[in-house]
């Protein structure tokens, strides 16, 4: 049985499935179910400074995007950080981390852009014997609005700044929690780590509408009329978040900087993919709130058979795998010929591969054989760009199969095995010479 | 209705019962399965379950846009090619049609369910009460349509949408042909023939005489002389005979004659049945009077036919459903006497039958089987009805690609055609492709 232990910054948790900061980890009553399940450790949802507590709205906070049979795809909020006690949440992270020691604890906090606040609500959660904290500089919606959020998390001065007054502040280890509202994640990233934070943990939600309701022309979830953008996640979201989580893995400055993997995790295969590209731990949210807490279950017994069967005893093991694999376009293999192949056994003959290359590609896929209806691709006109795989209904029909010898049919050009990038292309005019 | 002997009886069932048998076979979709069902199609290219239905409905279309929201823009779809889109729904062998070709068939064994989807859609738009299509600027032009089934239906809407005037001359009491008069109860409950009728008609510019039909004072040459065209779709009018001994006996009855009463009874418990019911053939009308006389509370029903389970004109899952529904079907048997006490038929003796180089051949071992009643449904015949006016072949009437008969200004369709396939759909895409070809020859 592969061991899924994890230590993420001197935080420790049976498995690295956390839930992330958000409704689900908003008080002890949620936060014990989700431990009974079996999660390795939560976010608690972000605490704000002590005072009157914050009002949320009291219509619809949540809008989603579905595929076929209303299979959540994407989810967006316009919910706030906590709307409860600042003291009654600490009571409670005190005494379910004194109930389960063996699961991390860690504390998101949002407080205004000052130095006392951060001081006085670190002392606080100090007090709680919670593991961590993490700071949310990610909350796209409302918060920001108040200078918190994204607002700060947009600013990477800022970031640095009170990552720094935080680190000053308390033994606990710092997280910093980015927002991909922002052209280059590796910005704030880079100021996180010179701020001192421990990890960066990513991404926070994206700045989103899910639907303009027709009846009324507003925004959804609609208020009385009105609606504004939330924050957006779920499986939708998975692929800037592993984008972003590879620039932060492979930047020079950022290399090594623990990271928290977050964004439409939905099953253990999402978080090996996460693991893969470098992150020590990672957060699930959207999953939880469609499905429940007990599909941990499937994500802890899912990722340990898949590390049994590769070999890997330990998360690291794998970890950081994938990081160097990911490069720039320039030093992709132009040489690399690949060609689909459609599995005449399992084709279903759908004809959509057909119907999207001829209509919106390459023209590369034929429709009849003989009179009857057969699709098969011609490798004169194939470029391998994947669409019919992308397309096809079933799994494995149409692969992708490498050409390593001969001519490529379309090119007319012979292969060769050899590494060749644009770097180097002919057709390059900044291409480097070689040396004469 | 002639008396029954003794031993066929009405009243076996109370009420409540015969209301449970004859209700909906497949209830129509709700929202939320329609969704969960539309969701699964693929949407594929050069759709197979569209090349397969005799009418070519545009299949993906209709589905894609019930996923999106629009049944009733999935309706207009379904009506643009067939009008009696409807009554298809419910009684076109799905199994044997468009979703035998579904890819989801070859994929997992589970067709999307094209003809449940069809339903939801078309019942949407039908109980609008408000028709879907709007008629061209008249032209002028007259049409006679002899016959009000679902060829002459389907004809006489697509004409009239074209501003051509229409009559229909009908020989029952009420247009509607076999929908009305000869498809199992069960599979077009609360009066959907008739109100599915009314909403072709709806269109507006046709109109229906009825008890009018060749014999019966109609003749074509008169038809000819005052009308512009004229359309045949008249169906079927002989019944095949058994061949058997003593077939005229008392308890020997036409299944689709006893099918068009059970479909004009008001009240079920009223209509006679045997306690052992034997019907002979091997095609839907087998099944549907099988089916129909077990609901009605016969207690054995067996059906009789004279070759294999695959020979059956009636599909499997017809088949299936029959025994299902505790139909007995016995196979490779063929009548040779009908066995009598008196006038009164007490059953049928059979021979056990082999095929031997294409032929069936008695193997020398017969059975004895007892029976009140016992059905025919051993296919109809056709009886030409013009008086030798036009080309046969076959005994049915010959036509070309665009439906016309060797007159000139004669068209014709349905089951009274050569070369059919004896199904609601088939004759709906007669009757359609000949009115298409009757406007070009019309406005030329």
Redesign the interface.
Known sequence: MADLRTNFVGVKSPNPFWLASAPPTDKEYNVVRAFQAGWGGVVWKTLGEEGPPIVNVNGPRYGAIHGADRRLLGLNNIELITDRPLQINLQEIKKVKREWPDRAMVVSLMVPCEELPWKKILAAVEETGADAVELNFGCPHGMSERGMGSAVGQVPEYIEMVARWCKQHTRMPVIVKLTPNITDIRHPARAAKRGGADAVSLINTINSITHIDLDNFAPMPTIDGKGSHGGYCGPAVKPIALSMTSEIARDKETAGLPISGIGGITNWRDAAEFIALSCGSVQVCTAAMTYGFKIVEEMTTGLSRWMDEKGYATLGDFRGRAVGNVTDWQYLNLNYVTKARIDQDLCIKCGRCYAVCEDTSHQAISQSKNGKRHFEVLDNECVACNLCIEVCPVQDCITMVQQTTGTDARTGRKISRDYANWTTHPNNPMALKAAE | MAARAEGIAGKRLDKEQYAENFADLHPRFTDHEA??EA??C???????CMTACPTSINIPMFIRQISTGHPKNAAKTIFDQNILGGMCARVCPTETLCEEVC??E??EGKPIKIGQLQRYATDELMKEKKHPFTRAKSTGKKVAVVGGGPAGLACAHRLSMHGHDVTIFEARKKAGGLNEFGIAAYKTVDDFAAKEVEFVLSIGGISVKTGKAFGKGLKLKDLQRDFNAVFLGMGLQGVNALGAIHEDADGIEDAVNYIAELRQAKDLSKLPVGRRVLVVGGGMTAIDIAIQSKLLGAEDVTILYRRGPEHMKASAYEQELAQTKGVKIKHWLQPRKVLTKGKKAIGLKCDYVKEVKGKLVPTGESTDLGAEMIFKAIGQTAIDVTGGALALSGGRIKIDAEKRTSVKGIWAGGDCVAGGQDLTVAAVDDGRRAAESMHAYLTS
């Open positions: 969704l969960v969701d699964r693929y949407f594929c290219y050069d759709a197979p890819v989801r070859t994929a």
